[in-house]
């Protein structure tokens, strides 16, 4: 049974939430209208209009419920299921030199919030750009990504996603590591500190980007100078490659 929205409709993000996770739990499919109403005009703006990375201690705005009737014969059992929107996940497999790995078997593994629905795997190899595709449920909370083939296993945190916010220098470096860290980059932990770990793999992406932004993907753009700074060039390069 979902949640009743809050009395003032203000619902605090805790980490690994996102606006679709969030009206899900309070029983709205339609996700999008909650995240385009007024209300939230401001969480928008903030977070640039992206609703899958909200920040921890993000308040997003939540109507109350609304009265609806149905008809249905008395002394019978009826029964009405809540409609479980889906995502698509994407992840890009690299080599140990950063070369994308196609035809790379995976086995892919989704943990949905209960009664959230389940997930079933569509493909079984990556394709010719080392990218799995699958459709998961808006309620994926995690997982796991195993490849046979090379004899690894990777947990997934999905929803977990740090905005890199200018303003905040530790959500800034924590959102670029897990971002360098999901893209193969290497940025050693993921704790928001800015140590010579992650500086390199913020060169690596930067040559990365350099050596292929006129190769014809529009995901690779120019990340500014290898300087190993998350500055607002490097910060949008990385954001378009990765997604979001």
């Not at 203000?10 to 909650?34: P, R």
């Not at 009265?67 to 995502?87: A, C, I, V």
Request: hydrophobic letters at 30%.
């Amino acid at each position: 049974m979902p949640t009743k929205p809050p009395a003032d409709g203000k619902h605090k993000v805790a980490d690994g939430e996102w606006a679709g996770s969030i009206a899900l739990n309070y029983g709205f499919t339609d996700w999008e209208s909650i995240w385009n109403l007024p209300e939230n005009d401001e969480l928008r703006r903030n977070r640039e209009d992206d609703a899958h990375t909200l920040a921890e201690g993000d308040v997003l705005f939540l109507p109350q419920w609304t009265q609806k009737e149905e008809s249905g014969d008395t002394e019978q059992r009826h029964k009405f299921q809540l409609n479980t929107p889906s995502e698509v996940l994407r992840i890009r497999v690299l080599g140990e030199n950063g070369e994308p790995l196609a035809g790379a078997q995976y086995i892919l593994d989704i943990t949905c919030t209960p009664g959230g629905g389940t997930f079933e795997q569509e493909n079984d190899v990556t394709d010719d750009d080392g990218v799995l595709e699958e459709v998961m449920p808006s309620t994926a909370v995690g997982g796991t990504l195993k490849l046979p083939d090379l004899g690894n296993e990777i947990k997934l945190n999905i929803g977990h996603l740090t905005p890199m916010d200018l303003n905040d220098k530790k959500k800034l470096i924590r959102g670029a590591q897990e971002r360098l860290s999901a893209l193969g980059f290497e940025p050693g932990p993921i704790d928001g500190i800015d140590g010579p770990k992650t500086q390199a793999a913020v060169k690596r992406f930067q040559s990365f980007c350099k050596d292929h932004c006129e190769d014809g993907d529009e995901r690779i753009i120019n990340a500014g100078p290898i300087d190993g700074i998350v500055g607002p060039k490097t910060r949008k390069a990385l954001k378009t490659y990765y997604g979001c």
